[in-house]
């Protein structure tokens, strides 16, 4: 007896867990109004049924349940669909056919899944209950509270809240619109990641360029490690990796950095680069190397150089014909450290010094010149009006101006600081109220059921200038996401979605821009107290370093600027050209109609040079030196204060020295 009670045990105890089994698989109906069988099919259609399966609520005006030729059970169902699971995730649709034994659910006709705060809408969804991945592929779009995503496909997890996009891919947020072709995006942490070509838009026109990287849409943050190019209006900004603050509007690039900014013809590379949008400022470290063009005069020597566009990774033979080409030369300047800033040109000093070529007034001994120096690199000495007033000021007074001129720029920059800090207090306690109303109504919208979508009336301008109107607000809820889905199709296909190689084109045209030499406006001689118009200073601090084709020279700072085309080179600074070495406490190179026009030198000024025996140079010294160029040939020289010369006189033959004349005079 005990043998057969066993036996039976072993027999009923499996067949009871495959009954239990199979009695789980089944579509369980909860209620419904009324059935009817229909007479063509056979089926037992409900009508307001509600069916319930492994913890999921099914509703449909109407619906039946039926078997294949395997026993597997199905349910089709027909208007106003709603699923609904046990984690408050539900889904509307127009139809819907569900399978029970895999819990795949194929939704048709204004298809929208509710996800907390996210929305998905389509008009054919594929969705799996069991693994929580939905997918369309013929268009839809997401939306939460903040960002919009169009794309033609898209796989959505629900359980990592991650969503894969493909295909004319558009992300519409507060700030930023992204365009790309393959995307992925975490709606709890608002993050886009990016896996080819993808432009990011910003308010104000400005754009990021790049191929794999990921953007925070809420925070701003943003970081980019291939073909990285940042543009706004006339500048670029370049680097291996890019990392980016949108609230900031602060850019930092490492390997391989350069910033470009073709209305300024200037051009800045280096390792490490950290650009701020506000003052439109680069600084730059790490093997800095700022490249500035100007112009040659067509009589000149043909050894004159071009632009080298090769370092902006540009082919030379894509870029097309000049008629007539440009003669054009390059100045290269690097340091330690360079630093770029837009400032108003009202704020701007100039040096003016009046010099003239044919020497001018002689001007008497002054002491007080011995000196005159900016140890500091600022370069922004007060030394306006004539030649006259310029050499009589004295050391105290020249450096209470630089102080005061200090001074006055610390209060600026803090108010500046001041007024900034309070913007982005304002600008922040905005967005938080901004952001609590938009939850506040998008709680409203799912606990009400009025079955509408973030607002889209609002008048979509896509890139190619055609305007996309979304449905109005006060149209049927079937129509409403008929008619919005529609609307996203074109904007889809109108979308301006980068393909690559858009970093090769934009560099190109940058190189033909930097291969011209640059206009520039003279200094207005009135008053600039209501200018708002910007201007470009440059700053080298450490080891500076300036190379032309036929001029050199070192320096430990200099200062360079935009509106005068002056040089100011401090720090024992040097100079070399055609053989000549010049010195002084300070030395101030200028540029006129895109040519080298004068060298200024001041204090302990000094050239010298050799020809056939380098144990006797050619000196020239005194208090200030002035030399002019002609063709960029150094062609005249005027010395003043305790002026003193050798020169050695060559023979007939010029194989050596026959005389040497020493000299002295104020």
């Known amino acids: 007896m005990k043998k057969l009670l066993t036996l039976i045990f072993w027999i009923i105890l499996p067949a009871a867990a495959l009954w239990g089994q199979e009695e789980d698989e089944k579509l369980y109906l909860q209620s419904s109004s009324h059935s009817r069988i229909d007479g063509t099919t056979g089926h037992m259609v409900n009508y307001m049924p509600v069916y319930s399966h492994k913890g999921s609520t099914l509703r449909a005006d109407s619906g039946y349940v039926y078997t294949d030729s395997l026993g597997r059970e199905y349910f089709d169902a027909f208007g106003n669909v709603t699923i609904t699971q046990p984690n408050n995730t539900m889904i509307f649709a127009n139809k819907l056919n569900y399978a029970a034994e895999t819990q795949l659910a194929i939704l048709t006709g204004n298809v929208r899944m509710v996800d907390g705060g996210s929305v998905l809408t389509t008009n054919f969804l594929t969705y799996n209950m069991k693994s929580d991945i939905g997918t369309y592929s013929n268009g839809g779009r997401i939306i939460n509270e903040r960002d919009t995503i169009v794309s033609e496909r898209a796989w959505y997890f629900n359980n990592t809240q991650d969503a894969y996009f493909r295909l004319n891919v558009i992300v519409r947020t507060p700030d930023v619109q992204i365009y790309t072709d393959t995307m992925r995006y975490n709606s709890n942490s608002k993050t886009t990641f990016f896996y080819g070509p993808t432009n990011i838009k910003g308010k104000n026109g400005e754009n990021l360029y790049t191929e794999e990287g990921h953007y925070n849409t809420e925070t701003e943050l943003a970081e980019f490690y ?27 690039a490492l390997s391989n950095v350069m910033f470009i900014d073709t209305a300024d013809q200037f051009f800045v590379e280096g390792m490490v680069g950290l650009y701020t949008q506000e003052d439109e400022s680069i600084l730059m470290t790490e093997r800095a190397l700022v490249t500035l063009v100007v112009n040659e005069d067509e009589s000149s020597p043909g050894d004159s150089v071009t632009m080298e566009t090769d370092s902006l990774g540009v082919d030379t033979l894509l870029l097309p014909p000049q008629d007539p080409p440009a003669r054009v030369d390059s100045v290269y300047l690097t340091a330690d450290t360079l630093y770029s800033i837009m400032i108003y040109r009202k704020d701007y000093i100039p040096m003016e010094f009046d010099l003239d070529r044919e020497g001018g007034a002689i001007v008497e001994d002054d002491p007080t010149l011995e000196g005159l120096d900016d140890p500091q690199g600022l370069g922004e000495l007060s030394l306006m009006g004539d030649s006259t007033r310029a050499d009589s000021l004295t050391i105290d007074r020249v450096q209470n101006e630089v102080a005061d001129l200090d001074s006055t720029q610390t209060t600026i920059d803090s108010t500046r600081t001041t007024i900034d800090s ?28 009025t079955r509408t979508i973030i607002d889209s009336t609002r008048t979509i301008q896509t890139e190619s200038g055609s305007k996309v109107k979304q449905p109005p607000a006060k149209v049927k809820y079937e129509d409403r996401i008929r008619l919005e889905l529609e609307a996203d199709s074109t904007l ?53 370093r300036l190379y032309k084709s036929d001029l050199q020279a070192v320096a430990d700072s200099a200062y360079y600027g935009y509106a005068d085309s002056m040089m100011r080179f401090f720090g024992s600074p040097m100079a070399w050209t055609q053989g000549s070495q010049l010195s002084g406490d300070s030395l101030f190179l200028q540029i006129k109609n895109e040519k080298i026009d004068n060298i200024l030198i001041l204090s302990n000024a000094f050239i010298v040079n050799t020809k056939l025996d380098s144990s006797k140079y050619n000196q020239i010294k005194g208090r200030k030196i002035t030399g002019f160029f002609t063709n960029s040939k150094l062609e005249r020289v005027f010395v003043d204060g305790n002026a003193e010369n050798i020169v050695y006189r060559e023979n007939e033959e010029g194989t050596g020295y026959t005389d040497m004349y020493h000299s002295r005079s104020a």
Do not use: F
Request: aromatic share 4%; proline share 4%; no cysteine.
């Open 492 to 544: 889809r296909k109108e979308a301006p979605i980068p393909k690559g190689g858009e970093v090769d084109s934009l560099l190109l045209e940058a190189a033909v821009a930097m291969s011209k030499p640059r206009q520039v406006d003279s200094i207005p001689t009135d008053s600039l107290a209501n200018d708002t118009s910007r201007t470009r200073i440059i700053k080298a601090y450490h080891n500076v």
């Open 226 to 252: 291939k073909n990285n190019l940042y543009t706004e209006k006339s500048r670029l900004l370049r680097g291996d990796t890019l990392y980016y603050d949108g609230s900031a509007g602060i850019g930092r």
């Open 422 to 449: 309070a913007r982005t207090i304002i600008d922040s306690t905005r967005t938080t109220i901004d952001s609590a109303r938009t939850i506040i109504d998008s709680t409203r919208t799912i606990i009400d059921s």
